[in-house]
């Protein structure tokens, strides 16, 4: 690691976010990239896009993604040494005016003809959080609204880390992820039902615009095999991908063994993949977490 322990922890703790840290050797990111093309290959990219939900559980090339000493010895510098992974998901921002997938919006959430024709039993998409793939109207082109993860996380105790590793190239064009940042200190913020057309959050929410300090937002761009990593309520969103290209991430949510899950109505959560991957869990609020894999 090119930052000391006290570095990542100084800037994480005063930005929110972290960005361009080397994790995959061009052996893995290879690998990784075949093994997720065999995927697309089995299941089509309307599956993919989203639909990969805690196939850390499944594959175990997955698991050593999420398990790699790089992205842990990061997560450890932040959160602490007892750590658990609470989800991971793939996300894939395909080209926005691509042909080659079709879906249906139904309601807030984007439910593709695969998924209604049975998908595999490691599918879970209410969770309220991005969802991709909807065949566009050009005024519908989707991007990601400025919101905190935390509005989606029903996580308390302890903050929610959330890695993005990048199986792809994500720069601006194919719409990479944007933050602004500091803004995790402001605490929760308001959430209102988005007028804009397009927004793939799958309960159409977004911060309102006098609350979001656009003209402060930096791109965090990566090269395939680099990662960043932000917290739970540092604001965020991103453009459409008005490239040719795809943009591929696995999406990894940490929290410290301290954290433990809440009930909300509005939003219920069920945490069915959470493993240890540091240390050891006095707490054991979390199922499965005592398993240390």
Known sequence: MSFSV???????????????LPVLSEVELQEAREAFGRLEKEFGEEYTQYSLHNVHLQFEWVMAL?????????????????????DS?????????????????VGNNITTDTEQKGAPWYKDRNDGTAQTGQQEKPEQIPFVAWHQDMRYWGVAGG???????????????????????????SGLLPHQK?????NMLSV????????????????????AGQMSVHDGLLV??????????????????????????????????????????????????????????
């Open 89 to 105: 998901r793939f996300i894939c921002k395909y080209p926005a005016l691509s042909n080659s997938t079709s879906s249906r919006l």
């Open 236 to 293: 965020h969103g991103s453009d459409p991908n008005l490239s040719g290209r795809r943009r591929c991430g696995f999406v990894i949510r940490f929290v410290p063994t301290c954290a433990y899950p809440i009930q909300d109505p509005d939003r219920p959560r069920r945490f069915n993949a959470t493993m240890l991957v540091c240390g050891n869990d006095k707490f054991r609020n979390f199922l499965n977490s005592s398993l240390k894999l």
């Open 66 to 86: 999420a398990k790699h000493p790089r992205v842990l010895e990061t997560v450890r510098a932040i959160l602490g040494p007892d750590v658990i992974l609470l």
């Open 159 to 185: 903050p929610v880390l959330s890695v993005w590793l990048a199986l792809d190239d994500s720069l601006e064009d194919n719409g990479a992820l944007q933050v602004i940042p500091g803004s995790h200190s």
């Open 204 to 223: 159409n929410q977004e911060i309102p615009e006098h609350l979001v300090q656009v003209d402060k937002a930096v791109l965090c761009p990566l090269l």
């Open 6 to 20: 006290a570095e990542l922890q100084s800037s994480y703790e005063q930005q929110g976010f972290l960005s361009g």
């Open 194 to 198: 988005s007028p804009r057309p397009g």
